[in-house]
């Protein structure tokens, strides 16, 4: 279940056998590594979402093992956590850097979206719950008089995983938040237009999405959130610049 989106993942377990026997010590020390690795990961990650770590950016190794007090191995370890999550691009004797993507691979992404989500929503309407519409309701509201980039993304974010919370499903949800993830500076670039504009349409989408999510209407909630998606992609098609808006990622 996406939850609040939070993008966290499951910390591994801290074995609790004793470190004196020498196979429960080498899992003593995976275990270890691997709570450092998630504790790094979760944070680096709210490095990224929140625009600390710009996309393009380099994240050097050293630097995040004396910033979190920790060795590299749980660093490299947090690294393809963030990698599967698709925040980060490690390259082989190179390094890794926070992902960044052409507008072609954006443009894919976005298109993606398009298609599964609304299926994600359908397959979560059945079980939602007034307690969830009516904090959508109050979301939708927040966002409208949200006038931060920051303040609106977290709003959204919490929204739309409020409309995903009744689906049950096996991979479908992962490969949402997946990608919510890698799509995340776009977002945020989208969001900044049109605010910048005083655009209103958007919100008009969030409340006609609520209002079918009310009246259990699965096909109008399909179609309204299918069209909220392509006006993000579109008004990036439109923006080229955006694209080259961020450092070389071989710097």
């Known amino acids: 279940?996406?939850?609040?989106?939070?993008?966290?993942?499951?910390?591994?377990a801290a074995t609790t056998s004793s470190?004196?026997?020498?196979?429960?010590?080498?899992?003593?020390?995976?275990?270890?590594?691997?709570?450092?690795s998630q504790r790094i990961a979760d944070?680096?990650?709210?490095?990224?979402?929140?625009?600390?770590?710009?996309?393009?950016s380099?994240?050097?190794?050293?630097?995040?093992?004396?910033?979190?007090?920790?060795?590299?191995?749980?660093v490299r370890g947090a690294l393809r956590i963030l990698e599967s999550d698709g925040l980060v691009r490690l390259v082989a004797n190179s390094?890794?850097?926070?992902?960044?993507?052409?507008?072609?691979?954006?443009?894919?992404?976005?298109?993606?979206?398009?298609?599964?989500e609304p299926l994600l929503l359908r397959m979560s309407l059945p079980c939602l719950t007034a307690e969830n519409l009516d904090r959508m309701d109050e979301l939708a509201e927040q966002m409208a008089r949200a006038d931060r980039v920051e303040h609106f993304l977290r709003l959204d974010r919490e929204f739309?995983?409020?409309?995903?919370?009744?689906?049950?499903?096996?991979v479908?949800?992962?490969?949402?938040?997946r990608m919510w993830n890698m799509t995340h500076h776009y977002r945020s670039m989208f969001t900044q237009v049109f605010l910048e504009q005083g655009s209103q349409i958007v919100?008009?989408?969030h409340r006609m999405l609520v209002r079918a999510l009310r009246e259990g209407d699965a096909e109008q909630a399909e179609l309204v959130l299918c069209g909220h998606i392509r006006r993000t992609r579109l008004q990036l098609a439109r923006h080229p610049e955006m694209f080259d808006a961020w450092p070389s990622a071989s710097g």
């Open 1 to 12: 279940m996406l939850g609040t989106m939070t993008d966290e993942h499951p910390t591994t």
């Open 19 to 36: 470190s004196l026997d020498p196979d429960t010590a080498g899992n003593d020390d995976k275990g270890r590594h691997g709570n450092a």
């Open 43 to 56: 944070g680096l990650r709210a490095s990224i979402l929140s625009g600390e770590l710009p996309a393009g």
């Open 58 to 74: 380099r994240i050097r190794q050293e630097e995040i093992a004396a910033r979190y007090g920790a060795s590299r191995i749980p």
């Open 95 to 116: 390094g890794a850097w926070v992902a960044r993507f052409t507008r072609a691979e954006c443009e894919e992404f976005y298109q993606i979206r398009e298609r599964i």
């Open 160 to 170: 739309h995983a409020l409309s995903y919370d009744g689906a049950r499903t096996v």
């Open 172 to 177: 479908l949800q992962e490969i949402v938040q």
């Open 203 to 205: 919100h008009d989408e």
